[in-house]
Nanobody, 116 residues
Framework: QVQLVESGGGLVQAGGSLRLSCVAS????????MGWYRQAPGKQRELVAV???????NYADSVKGRFTISRDNAKNTVFLQMSGLKPEDTAVYYC??????????WGQGIQVTVSS
């Protein structure tokens, strides 16, 4: 059984920082990409950042320069360091993993709230 467990969310003031973690466990075959998405109330889920097994990354324009994604392949863990947080970053953040067969898996989501 595949499981993604997110941690590190919470309430922070604007300008503050948070670090999200997601640990993947179970039978994935080989993990290819790991990433973070977010969904704010009334909005569609959007990509925040993704990191591939080779280390290449992509970020949403809205978070470039403020967020950094990283991963520990040996521990099947992906991190999202968020700095300079803004109220518009408030959302439920979801961990996503795609394996080498292009099957993707989702975490349960974790709330990030940025107060002004």
């Amino acid at each position: 059984q595949v499981q993604l467990v997110e941690s590190g969310g919470g309430l922070v003031q604007a300008g503050g920082s948070l670090r999200l973690s997601c640990v993947a466990s179970g039978s994935f075959f080989q993990i290819n990409a790991m990433g973070w998405y977010r969904q704010a109330p009334g909005k569609q889920r959007e990509l925040v950042a993704v990191i591939r097994r080779i280390g290449s990354t992509n970020y949403a324009d809205s978070v470039k320069g403020r967020f950094t994604i990283s991963r520990d392949n040996a521990k099947n863990t992906v991190f999202l360091q968020m700095s300079g947080l803004k109220p518009e970053d408030t959302a439920v953040y979801y961990c996503n993993v795609i394996n080498s067969a292009s099957k993707d898996y989702w975490g349960q989501g974790i709330q990030v709230t940025v107060s002004s």
